[in-house]
């Protein structure tokens, strides 16, 4: 059974910085897609980034480019986000997701399992 716990969201100012963790357990953590997404009051999820996880090949969105960074630690079978340069329109709450391995594309749909989340709040 699948298991995401998300941690380390929080309240920031505009410009600041986060880590974001996901512990995983319950499967080969470096034989799934895993992905970041996020959802904001009123609006659709959003996919933020993803990693294949057996090369760490990874994808993001157009949005936090250059500005977010996925990561992996196999030994500790948890993901990463580190969150940089925070602007207000980054305040959602946060999940974390694993699916099947496959292009690892930012779709919900292409993923099974997910965390309950963390929220991060980006103040002016």
């Known amino acids: 059974q699948v298991q995401l716990v998300e941690s380390g969201g929080g309240s920031v100012q505009a410009g600041g910085s986060l880590r974001l963790s996901c512990a995983a357990s319950?499967?080969?953590?470096?034989?799934?897609?895993m992905g970041w997404f996020r959802q904001a009051p009123g609006k659709e999820r959003e996919g933020v980034a993803s990693?294949?996880?057996?090369?760490?090949?990874?994808r993001y969105a157009d949005s936090v480019k250059g500005r977010f960074t996925i990561s992996q630690d196999n030994a500790k079978n948890t993901l990463y986000l580190q969150v940089n340069s925070l602007k207000r329109e980054d305040t959602a709450m946060y999940y974390c997701?694993?699916?099947?391995?496959?292009?690892?594309?930012?779709?919900?749909?292409?993923?099974?399992?997910w965390g309950q989340g963390t929220q991060v709040t980006v103040s002016s």
């Open positions: 997701a694993a699916g099947p391995l496959g292009y690892c594309y930012l779709e919900g749909y292409l993923y099974n399992s």
């Open positions: 319950g499967y080969t953590f470096s034989s799934y897609c």
């Open positions: 990693i294949y996880t057996p090369n760490g090949y990874t």
